[in-house]
């Protein structure tokens, strides 16, 4: 290494000690660290312990725990469940928090609010509040930057050499942003409209780059590359088995390779009882709907695309989200590979409901200058941050300032960019409003999970025959399967069960039947013959795990 970059390391070192952490990122105090969540998660759980309980689904390469909390009371097996699952992405805390808020409004409700303790009652909430607890712990660093990539050791840039050439804080503020340097032949230019930011060269508008854009950092490995082999890793949001991307940064070597997703997965195939899953994510569905551009599935190919059947229910959800949640104009949704959403859809079977945990105001509510871009406007959603950060917490933008740079001394370098964390995260005492819209979503949503009601005939045959008669009936308003759930053959079909006493005798109709799918509002029937005394009893049940189960009684007569 030069002498010019041991100096230039020692100066940023000396820089980094004399800053404290809140000092840097003040627009993050508030938010949960590792250890401030494990407390909150522990006193809930002391403190409401009918209702909360939490467990560990293992451990993470650095030790730390992946904390579950099972909300609701009287567990069973038998009761329909959701799962609520953030930091799927490690610089999203504001998922985090929602998940907290979400848990301790609950619990603190339950045997007051009667419409909660109904829900609670009869609906368990599995809620995984951080997947990725090493990478997310980089907001608490001493150098901060946007970390996605778990603690395993990887050699990302397949030199031999692991995490050789990661981020370096040039100008010692403790924040890795980025680096603008002036050179004729890159790819960007100085935004017109905003000068903070920075817009690639159309050549179709003849326009011409005037600089180069890289994260803040040094060629530690001299490949005339910069910060390619940071610590790390494996992006759990990548690594999950659908559209799975093999060598692509970040996938990790096989799919589910990682503690993280290994524990996720292996817990959700465990509870047969999970009915749908949400996760806060870029990699949304709520404000963006999926849809089936691909028509008619193929027989013995892969699905690839929401089946048809399935499409409009997300429609209608993504509808119900935005009436109590809203929308986010020029939000564009994120169609990521190995990505948690699609698989719990895809391989899994479930519902899988996503929304980003908050974005930045929409146009409507920001100034004029923002709103005469085109629609079109590849920075559109970096105007809104910007401008909503300039007039809330200046701070989160770190303001371009030219520093020497020892990879360029001949040419014009300056650092500055979004500070790390702020894009996803907005001060905590802004959520009061946001937590409760997502909490009124989460009640809804289990509010419209598939409910069975059972109702039972007896006709007498003569001759101590009769005839019972079953109509079951979806009281929901989501079926009670998917269409995929149905063609996966994993997720457990509704069940007729007929109990009959020792003394009594099937004569037509089978003791144990498998039903179809049931749509919301819908119904159907099932009927047995049956031979016994007058005055003896019938037992009829029916449910599934992830829809719950229904039992009920008849007296022959």
Same mark, same amino acid.
């Not at 000068?195 to 011409?208: G, I, Q, S």
């Given at each position: 290494?030069?002498?010019?970059?041991? $100096?230039?390391?020692?100066? #940023?070192?000396?820089? !980094? &000690?004399?800053?404290?952490?809140?000092?840097? %990122? *003040?627009?993050?105090?508030?938010?949960?660290?590792?250890?401030?969540?494990?407390?909150?998660?522990?006193?809930?759980?002391?403190?409401?312990?009918?209702?909360?309980?939490?467990?560990?689904?293992?451990?993470?390469?650095?030790?730390?725990?992946?904390?579950?909390?099972?909300?609701?009371?009287?567990?069973?097996?038998?009761?329909?469940?959701?799962?609520?699952?953030?930091?799927?992405?490690?610089?999203?805390?504001?998922?985090?928090?929602?998940?907290?808020?979400?848990?301790?409004?609950?619990?603190?409700? $339950?045997?007051?609010?009667? #419409?909660?303790?109904? !829900? &609670?009652?009869?609906?368990?909430?599995?809620? %995984? *509040?951080?997947?990725?607890?090493?990478?997310?712990?980089?907001?608490?660093?001493?150098?901060?930057?946007?970390?996605?990539?778990?603690?395993?050791?990887?050699?990302?840039?397949?030199?031999?050499?692991?995490?050789?050439?990661?981020?370096?804080?040039?100008?010692?503020?403790?924040?890795?942003?980025?680096?603008?340097?002036?050179?004729?032949?890159?790819?960007?230019?100085?935004?017109?409209?905003?000068?903070?930011?920075?817009?690639?060269?159309?050549?179709?508008?003849?326009?011409?780059?005037?600089?180069?854009?890289?994260?803040?950092?040094?060629?530690?490995?001299?490949?005339?590359?910069?910060?390619?082999?940071?610590?790390?890793?494996?992006?759990?949001?990548?690594?999950?088995?659908?559209?799975?991307?093999?060598?692509?940064?970040?996938?990790?070597?096989?799919?589910?390779?990682?503690?993280?997703?290994?524990?996720?997965?292996?817990?959700?195939?465990?509870?047969?009882?999970?009915?749908?899953?949400?996760?806060?994510?870029?990699?949304?569905?709520?404000?963006?709907?999926?849809?089936?551009?691909?028509?008619?599935?193929?027989?013995?190919?892969?699905?690839?695309?929401?089946?048809?059947?399935?499409?409009?229910?997300?429609?209608?959800?993504?509808?119900?989200?935005?009436?109590?949640?809203?929308?986010?104009?020029?939000?564009?949704?994120?169609?990521?590979?190995?990505?948690?959403?699609?698989?719990?859809?895809?391989?899994?079977?479930?519902?899988?409901?996503?929304?980003?945990?908050?974005?930045?105001?929409?146009?409507?509510?920001?100034?004029?200058?923002?709103?005469?871009?085109?629609?079109?406007?590849?920075?559109?959603?970096?105007?809104?941050?910007?401008?909503?950060?300039?007039?809330?917490?200046?701070?989160?933008?770190?303001?371009?300032?030219?520093?020497?740079?020892?990879?360029?001394?001949?040419?014009?370098?300056?650092?500055?960019?979004?500070?790390?964390?702020?894009?996803?995260?907005?001060?905590?005492?802004?959520?009061?409003?946001?937590?409760?819209?997502?909490?009124?979503?989460?009640?809804?949503?289990?509010?419209?999970?598939?409910?069975?009601?059972?109702?039972?005939?007896?006709?007498?045959?003569?001759?101590?025959?009769?005839?019972?008669?079953?109509?079951?009936?979806?009281?929901?308003?989501?079926?009670?399967?998917?269409?995929?759930?149905?063609?996966?053959?994993?997720?457990?079909?509704?069940?007729?069960?007929?109990?009959?006493?020792?003394?009594?005798?099937?004569?037509?109709?089978?003791?144990?039947?498998?039903?179809?799918?049931?749509?919301?509002?819908?119904?159907?029937?099932?009927?047995?013959?049956?031979?016994?005394?007058?005055?003896?009893?019938?037992?009829?049940?029916?449910?599934?795990?992830?829809?719950?189960?229904?039992?009920?009684?008849?007296?022959?007569?």
């Amino acid at each position: 290494m030069s002498h010019d970059k041991i $100096y230039f390391f020692a100066a #940023s070192f000396a820089l !980094i &000690l004399c800053t404290t952490l809140y000092s840097r %990122l *003040p627009s993050l105090a508030g938010y949960s660290n590792y250890n401030d969540l494990t407390t909150s998660l522990q006193d809930l759980a002391r403190h409401y312990p009918e209702v909360v309980k939490i467990e560990s689904l293992g451990k993470t390469l650095q030790s730390r725990d992946l904390w579950l909390v099972q909300l609701g009371v009287r567990s069973s097996a038998e009761k329909p469940a959701i799962l609520l699952v953030g930091g799927v992405e490690a610089d999203d805390v504001t998922s985090t928090e929602l998940c907290l808020r979400f848990i301790k409004t609950s619990a603190q409700s $339950y045997g007051r609010v009667d #419409s909660i303790t109904v !829900i &609670l009652d009869r609906v368990i909430f599995y809620v %995984l *509040p951080r997947v990725n607890p090493d990478a997310t712990e980089q907001l608490w660093a001493p150098v901060v930057y946007d970390r996605l990539l778990n603690a395993r050791p990887m050699d990302l840039d397949f030199d031999g050499e692991v995490s050789e050439d990661g981020y370096d804080d040039l100008n010692g503020d403790g924040l890795i942003t980025n680096m603008r340097i002036a050179d004729p032949a890159g790819e960007w230019l100085i935004d017109s409209l905003h000068p903070r930011l920075m817009r690639k060269a159309d050549p179709t508008r003849n326009e011409l780059g005037a600089y180069r854009v890289v994260t803040e950092g040094l060629d530690n490995d001299f490949d005339g590359r910069w910060n390619e082999d940071p610590a790390g890793g494996v992006d759990v949001n990548q690594n999950f088995s659908f559209n799975y991307q093999p060598f692509a940064p970040g996938s990790g070597p096989h799919p589910v390779s990682e503690s993280e997703t290994r524990a996720v997965a292996d817990f959700l195939f465990a509870r047969e009882n999970i009915a749908a899953v949400f996760s806060f994510s870029l990699n949304e569905n709520l404000l963006h709907p999926w849809e089936n551009h691909k028509g008619k599935v193929e027989p013995h190919k892969p699905v690839t695309a929401v089946l048809p059947q399935d499409a409009a229910y997300y429609r209608f959800i993504s509808n119900q989200f935005k009436k109590i949640i809203g929308s986010a104009d020029g939000l564009e949704p994120k169609r990521g590979s190995g990505n948690f959403s699609e698989w719990a859809y895809y391989h899994y079977g479930r519902w899988s409901f996503s929304a980003p945990a908050w974005w930045p105001p929409s146009m409507h509510s920001i100034d004029d200058s923002i709103k005469q871009v085109v629609t079109d406007d590849p920075l559109r959603q970096e105007r809104q941050l910007l401008q909503w950060t300039m007039a809330s917490r200046p701070a989160a933008f770190v303001e371009w300032t030219e520093i020497r740079h020892p990879d360029f001394p001949e040419q014009k370098v300056e650092i500055g960019g979004f500070a790390p964390g702020m894009t996803k995260n907005p001060p905590v005492d802004s959520l009061t409003i946001l937590a409760e819209k997502y909490g009124a979503f989460f009640y809804q949503l289990a509010n419209l999970l598939p409910r069975i009601n059972l109702y039972l005939k007896v006709e007498s045959l003569g001759q101590q025959v009769f005839r019972i008669s079953a109509t079951i009936k979806n009281c929901g308003s989501l079926p009670t399967t998917s269409e995929l759930g149905q063609q996966s053959q994993w997720v457990r079909k509704l069940k007729t069960e007929l109990i009959l006493d020792h003394d009594q005798k099937m004569i037509s109709g089978t003791r144990f039947s498998l039903l179809s799918a049931i749509a919301g509002g819908s119904a159907q029937a099932h009927s047995w013959l049956v031979q016994g005394k007058i005055g003896s009893e019938i037992t009829v049940r029916v449910g599934s795990p992830p829809v719950g189960f229904v039992t009920e009684k008849v007296i022959l007569k």
